[in-house]
Structure formats: structure tokens, C-alpha cells
């Protein structure tokens, strides 16, 4: 079966624009996820969508952030205006079933973004 | 909030043994994961561990002791491809996304 999907696969701007990120889940997948990972560190969640509701999106910093994933299947993560700490690999996982702590997340390739 | 601890970098020889531990401090808990990642590359579930005791799949066993908040993750028979880094993870609280560990970085040496 097919992986998560993510592209651009790398992404350079400067700051105080703007940038998108898409994610494209494992087909059948009801839950997906969009993580941080800043260089050095573990992924930090932003958001957690479950179908097209969001579940936690308690650690998105929602002035510059947003995230929606129309119709249950791909998500798209924005970033406006970017900032230089924004620099990081963006990582969309997905798992199959709907709230069980047991579900394995398959993790996408990440978009590293650079902010200069 | 939750916070898990994890030695920043481990060193082997190949064909060895190698434990990476972790501990934790949560507000709920559920479980403890372990995810690998090669430079570059996407992390990769290993294991999780609901329950005490030791998981089992392959070269790599996982244990957690719940009333210790203390897990580790044991990679036997080291290979040279299994230089990576290993991420615990809690999933806890009302929904299912991980915190995870800064990440442990494995060296293998010949």
C-alpha cells in the first residue's frame, strides 16, 4: 500500500511570507497528524484531525498557523507570516482508526522548511 | 503536561547488545512508543507498550514499567544499518498524538 504523501519536499522562504505544505494520508486512514520537528529535537503535534474535525490542536500557534483537511482525506498546513524559528521538517502522519491510543502512526517524508 | 527523558547519545560495537531508557511525566498516560529515524528520513514505529513487561518483535524488545514511569527500548545483534536515532513517545490525555523524547542518537561502530 501507499505511504503518506507530502510535498514540497523542501521549501526555502524568507521571512514574513508565506507557505503551504500538503499531506496526503494512507487511503482508509480516518486520523491524521501534522508535527514539528526543529533540528535535534523530537516531532512536536501542532494538529490532530480525525476525519475532517479536529481533535487537539492545542500546541498550533494559531496566529501565523492554520490547518484543514476538507472532505476527511488531504491536509494542507499554512504558515503566514513565517518566522525565522519556523525553520524545521514538517511531518504529517496518519493512523487508521478513530481515538484508540493503540494505533500505529505512519509517518510522511517531511517538507524541511528553511526560513532565511 | 508531559515531558519523557532519553540519553542524548549511545554508543555500540556491532553484533552487541544496546538499551536506550526512558523516563517520563505525564498528566494521563496510555502507553509508550518507540520510533526509529535515519537521518533525513521519516520516523518508523518499533513497539509499543501498554502494559508492564517486555514486548518482543525480532532484534528489538521494548519494556515498560508503568509504576516507575521507565521504559527502554534493547536492539540486539547490532547491525551497522541500525545506527539511527530512537524517539520514545507517550500518547495520553484526550486524544492520540504522541510527545515525544528529544531523541537518542546511536552510533555503531565496527
Known amino acids: 500500500e501507499a505511504g503518506v504523501a507530502q510535498s514540497p519536499r523542501y521549501k526555502i522562504i524568507e521571512k514574513r511570507q508565506s507557505v503551504a505544505f500538503w499531506c496526503n494520508p494512507i487511503?482508509?486512514?480516518?486520523?491524521l497528524y501534522w508535527y514539528q520537528q526543529i533540528l535535534g529535537q523530537g516531532p512536536k503535534l501542532l494538529i490532530q484531525?480525525?476525519?475532517?474535525?479536529?481533535?487537539?490542536d492545542s500546541q498550533l500557534p494559531k496566529d501565523r498557523f492554520s490547518a484543514e483537511r476538507l472532505k476527511g482525506v488531504d491536509s494542507t498546513l499554512k504558515i503566514q507570516p513565517a518566522k525565522l524559528e519556523d525553520s524545521a521538517v514538517y511531518l504529517c502522519?496518519?493512523?487508521?482508526?478513530?481515538?484508540?491510543?493503540?494505533?500505529?502512526?505512519?509517518f510522511g517524508p517531511g517538507t524541511r522548511l528553511t526560513v532565511l | 503536561g508531559q515531558s519523557l527523558e532519553q540519553p542524548s547519545e549511545v554508543t555500540a560495537v556491532e553484533g552487541a547488545i544496546v538499551q536506550i531508557n526512558c523516563t517520563y511525566q505525564?498528566?494521563?498516560?496510555?502507553?509508550l512508543s518507540w520510533y526509529q529515524q535515519h537521518d533525513g528520513g521519516a520516523p518508523t514505529f518499533l513497539s509499543y507498550?501498554?502494559?508492564?513487561g517486555l514486548e518482543e518483535t525480532g532484534r528489538f524488545s521494548s519494556f515498560l514499567s508503568r509504576s516507575d514511569s521507565y521504559g527502554y527500548l534493547l536492539l540486539q545483534e547490532l547491525q551497522m544499518k541500525d545506527s539511527a536515532s530512537y524517539f520514545c513517545?507517550?500518547?495520553?490525555?484526550?486524544?492520540?498524538?504522541?510527545?515525544f523524547g528529544k531523541g537518542t542518537h546511536l552510533i555503531i561502530q565496527p
Open positions: 505525564t498528566s494521563g498516560f496510555y502507553g
Open positions: 484531525f480525525q476525519n475532517n474535525g479536529v481533535v487537539d
Open positions: 487511503s482508509g486512514h480516518a486520523t
Open positions: 502522519a496518519s493512523s487508521l482508526g478513530v481515538g484508540s491510543s493503540t494505533d500505529t502512526q505512519y
Open positions: 507498550n501498554a502494559l508492564d
Open positions: 513517545a507517550v500518547s495520553g490525555g484526550g486524544a492520540d498524538g504522541l510527545t
